[in-house]
T-cell receptor, first 114, second 115 residues
């Protein structure tokens, strides 16, 4: 078990560009969560999947944000037409469906929009 | 709705002194409560969790927390601070009725340990 991994760890992009982040959960975990953490704040829930189904997405920040988990394994989070306010750490977590209160977090992807 | 409030965004203690980080929660249903630690440019590591069993919860690295329903609190303590404890600490709440179990985090407390 190598834990939750995220790629890339750092991303610098120019305003208006699209970015995509990847999360690989712990292999047997069927729940996957995305959070955003801005400077000086705690993580903020964005969306989650159970297997390939996205069961909650109303908390995604705008329609520029979308997430997928096509085969129920890894997930991607895409931000279209990035804005400077999107600069943040994007965290992924995973859990077993039977123990959703035990969420294991990845190292995060730090996005800087210039 | 659920939320947590962490009192004190910055706490400084001397090495060997007691660590006390405060967390108060708001929840209309019995909560599950957590403390996570975050080192610079890293993800969150679970320190300990309360899920309606024993009210005094022991975690890793010598930390413990006590769930006090009457005070809606879940403060984190460690008897003797170590330099390696310097980090950001987050309290979080969820509950068993929350089918997604998304966590609601506080704004964090930055712990500085003075040698």
């Amino acid at each position: 078990d190598t834990g939750v991994s995220q790629d890339p760890r750092h991303k610098i992009t120019k305003r208006g560009q699209n970015v995509t982040f990847r999360c690989d959960p712990i292999s047997e975990h069927n729940r996957l969560y995305w959070y955003r953490q801005t400077l000086g704040q705690g993580p903020e829930f964005l969306t989650y999947f159970q297997n390939e189904a996205q069961l909650e997405k109303s908390r995604l920040l705008s329609n520029r944000f979308s997430a997928e988990r096509p085969k129920g394994s890894f997930s991607t989070l895409e931000i279209q037409r990035t804005e400077q306010g999107d600069s943040a750490m994007y965290l992924c977590a995973s859990s077993l469906e039977s123990r959703t209160y035990e969420q294991y977090f990845g190292p995060g992807t730090r996005l800087t929009v210039t | 709705a659920q939320s947590v409030t962490q009192l004190g965004s910055h706490v400084s203690v001397s090495e060997g002194a007691l660590v006390l980080l405060r967390c108060n929660y708001s929840s209309s249903v019995p909560p599950y409560l957590f403390w996570y630690v975050q080192y610079p440019n890293q993800g969150l590591q679970l320190l300990l969790k309360y899920t309606s069993a024993a009210t005094l919860v022991k975690g890793i690295n010598g930390f413990e927390a006590e769930f006090k329903k009457s005070e809606t609190s879940f403060h984190l303590t460690k008897p003797s601070a170590h330099m390696s404890d310097a980090a950001e600490y987050f309290c979080a709440v969820t509950d068993a009725t929350n089918t997604g179990n998304q966590f609601y985090f506080g704004t964090g407390t930055s712990l500085t340990v003075i040698p």
